[in-house]
């Protein structure tokens, strides 16, 4: 018998009221931590954002989350996303593409798998990109390159650096050869901003694979990647089989990349912005604020989700 399930959540609900004030009472006030098991207060995992206290695991989150963990506080406008074809090549598998798209976007409030937003961090003007894995896996399709491209067009026009947060599976199968075009137009648009001059930083999440990381997510100034992270072309299982050996431990996490060249550093989700702001005010040649102009804290998720008011920076 699962006691908080059983026990507690009914008693917190209870005397809570239920429907208080038009509003429903939350129905996940605990989350398990899928590394250790832990139960985790849901305050407390907002505070840590969202790593496990217990043992470090860094949970997957979306956009309005990390845009407001970066962003300087109120600093930031999301791009708006481009209108493309919801369903280029008619396809149907097991379900229609179009019924699952319409599905994602009900789940996740989002039309893709990829928003950008501008705005500063510690000052300095910067683009950032996140491709989280809550959308149909963050997989590659028309509308995340199209959003990618524009984002990166728009950088080098407001000559911003740019910064990537990215998980994926790899290209969507569903719109086939239009998937994987989107992959050298991403590669083309990361060239001119390398010819601008402006830095382009990549940070590789839980999970990166497939042909986003066989592109885009690899060609950053610097490669970054949060603690754990699983980052690959195929998957460890389809290697174990292809080559018929055992993969050492540890294979295609984020520390086994570091230590074989692959990555140029591993950064916890707390000491993110920091790190984010130095490399970037030192690759621009900017000075970076002091210690006590930059002691405000960075933007916190509000109500709708985009981290207070929104001045462009």
Request: positive net charge.
């Amino acid at each position: 018998m699962n006691w908080i399930t059983n026990i507690v959540r009914p008693r917190i609900k209870g005397l809570m009221g239920g429907k208080q004030g038009g509003g429903d009472t939350p129905e996940n006030l605990w989350k398990k931590c899928p590394s250790c098991g832990e139960m985790i207060f849901h305050r407390d995992l907002v505070a840590n954002l969202n790593v496990c206290p217990q043992c470090s695991h860094h949970m997957r989150i979306g956009p309005a989350e990390r845009f407001a963990y970066t962003f300087d506080a109120g600093s930031f406008t999301e791009l708006t996303p481009p209108s493309v074809p919801a369903d280029p090549l008619r396809f149907k598998g097991d379900k229609k593409y179009s019924d699952e798209m319409k599905a994602a976007r009900a789940k996740t409030g989002r039309p893709e798998a990829f928003t950008a937003a501008r705005g500063a961090i510690d000052g300095l003007a910067v683009m950032i990109g996140v491709q989280p894995f809550d959308f149909l896996g963050g997989s590659l399709g028309l509308g995340v390159g199209e959003a990618l491209v524009e984002s990166l067009q728009a950088a080098v026009k407001e000559k911003r650096p740019y910064v990537l947060f990215v998980a994926s599976g790899g290209a969507r199968m569903q719109e086939g050869i239009l998937s994987l075009m989107q992959m050298p137009r991403a590669t083309i648009c990361v060239d001119m901003l390398r010819e601008a001059g402006l830095p382009y930083i990549v940070v590789l999440t839980d999970p990166t694979f497939g042909g986003v990381s066989a592109s885009y997510a690899m060609l950053g100034d610097v490669q970054i990647a949060e603690p754990g992270a699983q980052i690959g072309f195929t998957g460890a299982r389809v290697i174990a089989q292809t080559i018929r050996e055992k993969l050492p431990e540890g294979f295609q996490r984020a520390e086994y990349l570091l230590d074989h060249g692959m990555l140029d550093m591993v950064t916890p989700r707390k000491e993110m912005r920091a790190t984010l702001s130095r490399l970037l005010h030192l690759l621009m040649q900017q000075p970076r604020p002091t210690a006590k102009a930059r002691s405000a804290p960075p933007a916190r998720r509000n109500g709708n989700g985009n981290g207070g008011a929104a001045a462009s920076a």
